[in-house]
């Protein structure tokens, strides 16, 4: 069974910088993709970003591209969330999530990080 842990999140000004991480564990996570998804209150989830572990192809939500940056740490098992020039409607729970290449759902979620952007 895989663990993944969100940390990172917090409360900061527009314009500011934030990076989120997720921590593996449970299994190996070659030929999977990790991904980062966001839920503001009374919205669906949406995608953010996601990274295949083993081939480190990225994709990215137009709402992010060009300012947020997803990247693993192969030796830690760890995904990162770079997220700069952040804006007020980047307020979101962020979860991270797994799933294998083969499929399109994600059965792995994290419990979610908070991150709150003020104007």
């Known amino acids: 069974q895989m663990q993944l842990v969100e940390s990172g999140g917090g409360s900061v000004q527009a314009g500011d910088s934030l990076r989120l991480s997720c921590a593996a564990s449970?299994?190996?996570?070659?030929?999977?993709?990790l991904g980062w998804f966001r839920q503001a209150p009374g919205k669906e989830r949406d995608f953010v970003a996601h990274i295949s572990w083993t081939t480190r192809s990225t994709l990215y939500a137009a709402s992010v591209k060009g300012r947020f940056t997803i990247s693993r740490d192969n030796a830690k098992n760890i995904v990162y969330l770079h997220m700069n020039s952040l804006k007020p409607e980047d307020t979101a729970t962020y979860y991270c999530?797994?799933?294998?290449?083969?499929?399109?759902?994600?059965?792995?979620w994290g419990q979610g990080t908070q991150v709150t952007i003020s104007s």
């Open positions: 449970g299994r190996s996570l070659e030929n999977y993709v």
């Open positions: 999530a797994a799933r294998v290449t083969s499929r399109i759902d994600y059965p792995n």
